[in-house]
């Protein structure tokens, strides 16, 4: 079955570590993108890809990094930069970044600064 | 700038009766894809349904139906013959051709649905 996978579920980090959450999909999808979701504030963009090897910041950037090495795979970095990295991770992609297009979501990730 | 916005950030409805959900947002494009996503207890999101700026026709599927009035910006969701699987959360969003066509989000209306 073709889909986004997203691990791990749940993550629990301390204070000043660095943690990676992986987001792997086999749609043959160009574009790829990270969004964080708190509470009543909906879904915030961090980063998105549109191709392999390149990658750009989004809405909420700061205390975040990506790569894009493969097309398939676009992990997400939380580091220790991030003032408030508590919060529900989604990956999603889609084919390209044409509007008509719906993004199709992987069933995120719980990450928990202890 | 383009926003979206939902008001109701929490909804009832009885079984089998209709519950209308609420979104407007902001644009100065023509042209453009406005989407409602549920997302159950399990956090996955799922496309509901989708409608072209320029299709004056309301978009269905199945027990879900939108009305769109582009004048007023105004984008609700209809879900007919309420079921206790529709319970979730649903997210209002409009997909913009910049920064690598992103989603913009609506803060999200949870629907309860009471048997």
């Known amino acids: 079955d073709g889909g986004i996978t997203q691990s791990p579920k749940y993550l629990f980090r301390k204070e000043g570590q660095n943690v990676t959450l992986s987001c792997e999909q086999n749609l043959n999808h160009d574009a790829m993108y990270w969004y964080r979701q708190d509470p009543g504030q909906g879904l915030r963009l961090i980063y998105y890809s549109q191709i392999v090897n390149d990658f750009q910041k989004g809405d909420i950037a700061e205390g975040y990094s990506v790569s894009r090495e493969k097309k398939e795979s676009f992990p997400l970095t939380v580091t220790s930069a991030q003032k408030n990295p508590t919060a529900f991770y989604l990956c999603?992609?889609?084919?390209?970044?044409?509007?008509?297009?719906?993004?199709?979501f992987g069933e995120g990730s719980r990450l928990t600064v202890l | 700038a383009q926003t979206v916005t939902q008001s109701q950030p929490e909804m009832s409805v009885q079984e089998a009766e209709t519950v209308t959900l609420s979104c407007t947002y902001d644009t100065s494009e023509s042209d453009y894809y406005l989407f409602w996503y549920k997302q159950p207890p399990s956090r996955q999101m799922i496309l509901v349904i989708r409608q072209e700026a320029y299709k004056q026709q309301n978009a269905t599927e199945n027990r879900f139906s939108v009305n769109f009035q582009k004048a007023a910006k105004s984008f609700s969701l209809k879900i007919s013959d309420s079921q206790l699987g529709d319970a979730a959360m649903y997210f209002c969003a409009y997909r913009i051709y910049n920064q690598g066509g992103k989603l913009i989000f609506g803060q999200g209306t949870e629907l309860s649905v009471k048997p």
């Open positions: 999603a992609s889609s084919l390209d970044r044409e509007k008509g297009r719906e993004l199709f």
